[in-house]
């Protein structure tokens, strides 16, 4: 299957472009935090509870606050349907989630505590952890959670021997690298860096640069959302 064709994407998008990206802050009643993430076809709810106090004690950090993680994938998210529970895929999802949460966090302000984040994919059409990180850290910033701040994440990846910006399903499935990335925008800090596939130096440098520009273009609308729940601008 060609995936590029006449200097255009699958999709219609240039190397370098973006699929549409929505994000909504606060959608949800009842959480601490929330927020909601269209991004091409992903649909992604993040909610936010805490801090709170850790139960049992015994997972208790005296130092600091722990980031406990779930990503969930809905039954009807993917085309086949999805086996409930946890599997290996989402395991590893949450793990990296947390540690790259945890890095933005100001957890040592609470000790003893616990900051649960769930993330619920209802629509996945690849790019699916990017998109949690996305959401999760705005309902993280809607929660109140003192935070340095925010994270944004982006994929990159190497589709027909060219390096392009956030992979669609086909990209990804056929595709020959996927990178996510994910930084501290304002530092520039790598938080999530993941590699399928393989690349050329060369390549990897040029697929993290494209990554982290994006990644400032998420962290724009991640403030945009913020912004308008508060202000309604
Ligand atoms: N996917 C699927 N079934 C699964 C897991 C994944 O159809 O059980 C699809 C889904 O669209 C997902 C994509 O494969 O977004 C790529 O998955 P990957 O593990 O690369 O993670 P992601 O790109 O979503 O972060």
Known sequence: M????DGKRIDGRSFDE??????????????DGSAYVEWGGNKVLAAVYGPREAQPRHIQNPTKAIVSC?????????????????DRRSVEI?????????????TEQFPRATIDVYMEVLQADAGTRCTCLTAASVALADAGIPMRDFVSACAVGKVDGQIVLDLG???????EADLPIAIMPRTGEILLLQMDGHLTMEEFNKAVTLGMNACMKIYEMQKEALMKKYTGD
């Not at 060609?2 to 064709?5: D, G, H, N, S």
């Not at 549409?20 to 009643?29: D, H, N, R, T, Y």
């Not at 779930?70 to 993917?78: C, D, L």
């Not at 949450?94 to 100001?106: C, G, H, N, P, Q």
């Open 2 to 5: 060609e995936l590029i064709k």
């Open 18 to 31: 973006l699929r549409p990206i929505k994000i909504e802050a606060g959608v949800l009643k009842r959480a």
């Open 70 to 86: 779930r990503y969930n994938m809905a039954a009807f998210s993917v085309s086949d349907r999805k086996r409930q529970g946890p």
């Open 94 to 106: 949450s793990k990296i989630v947390s540690e790259a949460l945890d890095r933005v966090i100001f």
């Open 169 to 175: 399903k086909e990209e990804d499935n056929l595709g």
